[in-house]
């Protein structure tokens, strides 16, 4: 009987950090949608995962990295944006726009968007990416 339990106790402690590796990728996802209902975006899809890979040449040799980034589409006056979070940090950033099947970039915006920055962002004047003309409807939540 002893010797049963020493094997199920291996068997908890083996199991015990796979349970939490897989769990880990599971609760970024979820924080970052939890952070963005919290800066008041409600039509919030679900988590995706994405890893970025990188590979810079140092002297002689090639260093390769890669960084797990979350994402999201959130949906505001009838655009759906994509909003990207890197696992190991504290902000977002509005990353694209889907429109017609498309994901044009969207470049050098600010960080951190809440919904009403969202939404005056969308209705000003700035450039836009192409296709957003056709998602744009200022009378939809």
């Given at each position: 009987?002893?010797?049963?339990?020493?094997?199920?106790?291996r068997?908890?402690?083996?199991?015990l950090?796979?349970t939490?590796?897989?769990?880990?990728?599971?609760?970024?996802q979820?924080?970052?949608a939890k952070e963005?209902?919290?800066?008041?975006?409600?039509a919030?899809?679900?988590?995706?995962?994405?890893v970025e890979?990188?590979?810079?040449k140092?002297?002689?040799?090639t260093?390769k990295?890669?960084?797990k980034?979350f994402?999201?589409?959130?949906r505001?006056?009838?655009?759906?944006?994509?909003?990207?979070k890197?696992a190991?940090?504290?902000?977002?950033?509005?990353?694209e726009?889907?429109v017609?099947?498309?994901?044009?970039d969207?470049?050098?915006y600010p960080?951190n968007?809440?919904?009403?920055?969202?939404?005056?962002?969308?209705?000003s004047?700035?450039?836009?990416?192409?296709?957003?003309a056709?998602?744009y409807?200022?009378?939809?939540?």
């Amino acid at each position: 009987m002893h010797a049963m339990s020493l094997k199920f106790g291996r068997a908890l402690v083996v199991l015990l950090p796979l349970t939490l590796a897989t769990t880990g990728c599971g609760s970024g996802q979820s924080q970052f949608a939890k952070e963005l209902k919290t800066a008041g975006f409600t039509a919030v899809g679900e988590p995706r995962t994405d890893v970025e890979k990188k590979t810079k040449k140092v002297g002689k040799r090639t260093v390769k990295s890669s960084q797990k980034i979350f994402e999201i589409t959130v949906r505001v006056k009838g655009c759906d944006l994509e909003f990207a979070k890197a696992a190991d940090s504290s902000g977002y950033w509005l990353d694209e726009l889907h429109v017609n099947g498309q994901e044009p970039d969207w470049p050098e915006y600010p960080e951190n968007l809440r919904y009403a920055d969202a939404v005056a962002l969308l209705a000003s004047g700035r450039p836009k990416p192409a296709g957003f003309a056709s998602c744009y409807n200022p009378n939809v939540p």
